[in-house]
Structures are given as structure tokens and as C-alpha cells.
């Protein structure tokens, strides 16, 4: 029982910037949850840290081992990326619109509203206070919307609304440090870099680009021939010019744009030139001038995401029509201009050796990796547009499909949380899936009126099955055979029935008085069991022809039903919060569990009364048996998960599906000052009209426009659960609700394990425990060693008869590092016929695990099966070899 939280599917990326990590490594944002994909593996993985809403703002380490993650309410988590774990925790004062670790890592630059905070990073220090804010700058006028570190960490790029971008110095020499003014824009800043000499790695250029496409090219003044600034040269100092007025404040000096100084005032605010040598010499030497100012495109397009990559010297922007430009610097060549969607791009980025570019569209919920040199996609990945509505596991458990309103079918695979094939044909919503027997063939059913049966071989729709006037249908079972298929309506409140080989309507099953919501055939016989919204369950028989076996009344609405694995048992929910069990066979009740009061938590911002009194509505959708039949999963119109132990009819443990604030439900105590004459605080619209949707924050599309006159709940939708599915195998189960498709398991291959090593685990200890003859524990410390002379040795060290019992012992988490142990054993050692039998006794005892892991594993196997079959190769021809030579002997001899 002990599920814990494994991967995030379906869940479409819906704004916030995504960062590149180890040239691989893709990080997004997903709700209030960090994505990482590696785009070689082709794996995806979400991070188990939640934060409090959904994230607005990433930034990563050069190193790509801490990660920053900065949400709505300006909450940030501080990540370890390679343990998944969260290290730190610190709340901003002000929203945070960018974020950058300084190029040696030590430092973190924070756009916090008007003010520039540089903080010390914590890395793995374990201090009461991990943060440490250096220095603080307030000269901005306006918000700050983009940040970049020179090569040295010693100056910092900020540019805001107010137009302007201002270059700050972090020097400890420098007491009295004035930024320098970068002006000329018409529109807000979007991007401002460092660009760098190639030969020196000096600073020689500067690059801004505002929202209306012009990017400015600036120059020092006074700069050395290998593009340095920092070198010390002969400090001239500057008359003051006549007319100037005085300035208040005493510790600025003040720049045009081009870099003239203006003014020199003391700390009294007097005329004076009393600065050091050091602080005049910064103060002077950062003059810099207008190079060459260039548009990337006109009106009506608005440039909304850029980045810069300071090695190959190129830029890349994105525009709100979804065009991508991608130009070479200093001398605006453009490279590719392409049109990637027609929404606009939110984020793009280079990798670390820029030959990849990535970009999202908010509106699409996509992310694109794409390569400029080759002209080809790395990576589509899409999630859904809207709500996931059903889910299906295929019978090996492998595969995970889902379907949701934005008429879209997904196939994933489980182990790497990717998409390998969509289905589009569906024109409305799909509501049910179901795979068959087979394992390569799907079926679903839509609001459209058809249900569709899909290949997964050759990723096509091979048979529709439609009715003679459209309906809409809500629910699809099928027979243990697969030779007939069955899907309820929510109109008309009928069964069809319909041949699998034929594709022909066989029978209309009518009766109930409601849309019938739940299908499922008996796993034991052919009976089909429906529930419906008419206060009733009807059990079938569908082969013989004799319409309603038996009807099971309730007194609420009925919303689903599900058999247990054995078929004796038949569980259903109704409205009232309950979850009712019958025998089938003998048409009794066996017992209830009222589950209102389990389900029950989380308030609406409409909500009159508290969460603890309010459950009206608080029912369960969704139901579904474990493998073996002794608890079930129950969701519906809340936060929680609750399973149930059926023997006893207790609640063994109820799952908090998220902790997002972002959504509606969540929270149990709502704030009365947010309560207004108008409403809740929270559904009033007065966001800024300037707000780049996407950009400062994540949106969620909505499927209908509001109606005139009606209170809509603005970017807050409801939480609840709409699926629940358990696998096969009973190791993992999968729930389908308002944030995405949670995938939970109890498999330790899924469960980061950090390395177990400690002082006892030496190879002193692994020769000390063959001597006693300790051959499993030895074998499992020179495992964890991860010595491959000390794993061969204690792999040859085991007895024959003592094999099965070693393999047993060994943790999962080890098979990987045994198999390539036993690969190359095959192919350099004489025995045989002992390394064979080890690997006939693993894949005996872990067979199951080897198949839920195939994915990770897939090398190692590969190259035992090439041992293997070269062996093979080997034996034949020797065997074949002395067979003619013994058939010729015996020949010779009868001659003889």
C-alpha cells in the first residue's frame, strides 16, 4: 500500500520559462510542479516537490545541479535536482519576474518588482537561515523583466518597463556605484546580453531588444583591443559642465545616453570630487555608445520570448504570431525566420551548445525542441488541450491511454512518460476507453456519436461503429473475448451493442430511465452490469438475449459500477457519498461504506459554509478494484483519494492529489478579508492589461466563451478527480484529475534511491564475506561498490545449488549492474553453463521487475542477448563440426 507520487502526464505546458540543463536536460513548469525531460533518453519525469501555485519563474546552476523555482505568491523552492529533493525555502516580498545564477554559481540575481536582489547561494550548506542578500538596488522606475550575468560575474544587466536597461556593478571596490543608462527603446524591454570577444572572453558588446522588435547593438567608448574594461588605465578627470541643475541625490552620478558624466555630487549633496581612484576609474570606463539599432520585424507582431547564446553569438527571438527568427550577431544576418504556430511563443531557449532551440506556446500547451543546423524537430510535446476525462491501462501494464475533451486520444508509456501516438479523428469530447485483451488494439467512445477501435501497430482507426441516429455516448465495456462491444448514451439512456468481426449494430439494450454512466462485464461470465442516474443497477445477460437479468435500486443516483477481478463482487457509488456492495450472483446487499465525510474537504470561493459542513456535492465518481480485490480506489468532486479496505469497510488512506492554491477546492479556511460586496476577491478580474498571459504567468484555456450576465470563475478551475484506473500488475495506478493524469507506484525502480555507501562498505568487507562464505551479502556489497572486478569475483565465488537463493537476494535497484556483470562473464569466462544458469534463476525471480524496467534495462539486455546468442552461434557450430566428424568415422569404419 505504500503509492508514492511517480510521474505527471498529459499536463500541457501553459506558460512560465522553461531552462536547458546539461546541454539534455529540458525543465518546465507544470502547474505547481518542475518537469524534466531528457531529450536523449526521450524520458520525462515530474519532480514530487510541490510548490504553492503554479510556477511562474525558473532558473537553473551552470553546474545543472540546484534548481530555482519561483511561483505566483512569490514562493521559491531551492532544488536539488539530482535527488529530486527540496533544500531550502524562501518567500520574495515582491513579484519576481526574472531570475539568473551568476556563470560561476555563487551568486543568484532576483528581479523582485523595481528592485534587483543579489543573493548568495546556499548550495548544500545546512544554515538557519540559507540566504543571504548581498546587495539590493532600487534605481529602476518600473518593473524589471530581464536579467544576464557578464562572464565574470561582476556586472548585471537589468532591463525594465520603464524602457531602459541599467548595468549594474557588483565589484566590492566600487562603493558608489551609479548604473549606466541604456536608452533609445520605445517599448518594453524583453532581453538585454552580455556579447563577448571570441578570443578573449571579454565583454565588448551589449544587445537590448524591446516588445516592438528593435534590438540596439551598443559599444564601450573605451575599450582595449581585447575587449577588456577592467584594466586599469590613466584616470582623467572630467570638468563639471556649465548649467548643470544640482541633484538631490548625493551618491549618483548621471549619464546620458551616451555615456557622458553629468554631475559628481558628495554624500551632503555638495559639489565635490571626493570618489577614489577605483570608483572613478568603474565610473569612467563604462562609457557606451549606440552601435547600430536594427527591427526584427514591424507591426502588428509583438516580440514576446528571446535568448541569447554568447558562444556562437546568435539570438533568437519569438513573436506573438508564432514566428521564430534565429540571427547571427553583431551583423543581424538572419538565419531562419519560420512560422511554428499561430499563437504566440512564450519561451525560448537555447541548449548549452546551441545548436538546439526550444519554445513554448502557452496557447497550445506545446513545447518544440528544434535543430537550426538540420531543420528538424527533436521533440513535440503536447499534452492535453483541455481535462483528461477517461483513462485505460493496457493489460501488460506497459502502456497508459487517455482521452479528454479537446477530442484528442494519447498512448504513453509508462516507464519514460512519453507520448508515442495521438488520435485525432474524434470531433467531441472522448469519455471512455478501454483496451483489449490483445494489448494492440484500443477502443474509444465520444460525445461525436461514433466509438472507434484503434491499431497500435500500425496507428490507425480500422473500425467505427456508429448508431442509426447519433447519440452521445459515456461509458464503453467489452467482453472477455473481445467479440462484442457495448456503449451507454447520455441521451436516449440506451445500450448498443455492436459485433467486433462485423462491425454490425447486434442489439439495443433499453430499460434504464438515465444516462447510463458505468459499463463492465463480468470477468467471470458474460454478464453486463450498467449503472444510470435512474437510482438504478441492471445486470444483462447480452449473449442469450433476455434483456435485464436483475435490478439493483438504490435511493440516489447511481454513478458508476465496477466488478471485483473475481466477478462476486459488485461495488457502485451513488450521490449521496456512498459506495454500495453486492453480491451479483445471489442479488444482496452485503454492506455500505459511507464515504461522504471521507471525501469531504476543500471550500469553493463560493462557498457559503465550511468545508467541514459543506458536503453537498461531495460524491464519488469514480471507482476501481485492485488486482486482487481487497481494496478499492474511490475518487470524485474533491481533493482527496480515499481507499478503502473492502473486508472491513475502513479507510486505509486518503490522497492529497495537490496542494496548487492556483486551483479552487484546495483550501479548507478561506480568508474573510478576500470576501467583498462584489464577490470573492480572487474571481474579481483585475489583473494588468499588461501582463503578457504565458509570459508572468500560466493560463488555462476555456472550452465556451461566459454567458452575458454570469460570474465567471477566472483562471480558477474546481478540483476533482474524473478517472481512476489501477494496473494490472496492481504496482502502480493512475488518476485522472483537474492538474493531469498522476501516475502513483510502490515499484522501487520508480523511487530515487540516493547511493548507500558508508564506512562499512569496502572491499576489505567483500573479501572478508566470501572467506566466511557469506557469498549474498558479499555479492551485495561489491553491488554497491559498483566494482565490476569485485562483482565478477563474487559472482563466480557462488555455489551452484547456492545460485537461486543469491539471485533472490539481490535488490532490484542492482539487476541492472548484475546483467552487464553477466554479459561479459558470457564472453570471457569457460563457465559456461554456471553463468547460464544465473541467468535463467534472474530472469526466473525478477522476471516481473525486468519487464516493468525493460526500458532502463534494454542495454544490459541487449548485450547478454548478444553474449548469448554468439554462444550459441559458437556451440552449433562445433556441435555440427564433430557430428559430421563422428557420421564420417562410423562411415570409415563400416567400410573397414
Known sequence: MNYRFQNLLGAPYRGGNAVVVNNTLLISPVGNRVSVTDLVKSETITLPSQSSTNLRRLAASPDGVFLLAIDESNRCLFINLRRRAVLHRITFKHPVAAAKFSPDGQLIAVAAGKLLQIWRSPGFRKEFFPFELIRTFSDCNDKITSLDWSPDSDYVLAGSKDLTVRLFCLKKSVKYNKPFLFLGHRDVIIGAFFGTDKKTNKVCRVYTVSRDGAIFSWGCSEIDGNGNFDEPVEVISEPESPGTPDQVQGNNVE???GGTVKKRKNFDGKDGDTLDVEDRFQLHRLKWELIKKDF??????KLTACDYHRGLDMIVVGFSNGVFGLYQMPDFVCIHLLSISREKITTAVFNDLGNWLTFGCARLGQLLVWEWKSESYILKHQG??????CLAYSPDSQLLATGADDNKIKVWTVSSGFCFVTFSEHTNAVTALHFMASNHCLLSASLDGTVRAWDLFRYRNFRTFTTPTSKQFVSLASDQSGEVICAGTLDSFEIFVWSMKTGRLLDVLSGHEGPVHGLMFSPSNAILASSSWDKTVRLWDVFEGKGAV???PHTHDVLTAVYRPDGKQLACSTLDGHIHFWDPIEGLLMYTI???RDIAGGRLMTDRRSAANSTSGKCFTTLCYSADGSYILAGGNSKYICMYDVADQVLLRRFQITHNLSLDGVLDILNSKNMTESGPLNLIDDDNSDTEEGIDKQVRNKLAYDLPGSMPNHGRPVIRTKCLRISPTGRSWAAATTEGVLIY?????????????????TPEAVDAALKENQTSRALILSLRLNEDGLIKKCIIGVGPADIPAVASSVPVKYIQRLVEALAYLLENSPHLEFILRWCQELCKIHGHSIQQNSRNLLPALKSLQKAIT????????TCSSNEYLLRYLCSASDAK
Open 550 to 552: 436483475e435490478t439493483f
Open 870 to 877: 554468439r554462444l550459441h552461434q559458437d556451440l552449433a557450430d
Open 255 to 257: 549619464a546620458d545616453s
Open 594 to 596: 459511507e464515504g461522504r
Open 296 to 301: 526584427f520585424m514591424q507591426a502588428p507582431a
Open 384 to 389: 492535453h488541450y483541455f481535462d483528461v476525462n
Open 745 to 761: 507506484s510502490m515499484d522501487e525502480s520508480f523511487i530515487f534511491d540516493p547511493t548507500d555507501l558508508d564506512i562499512d562498505v
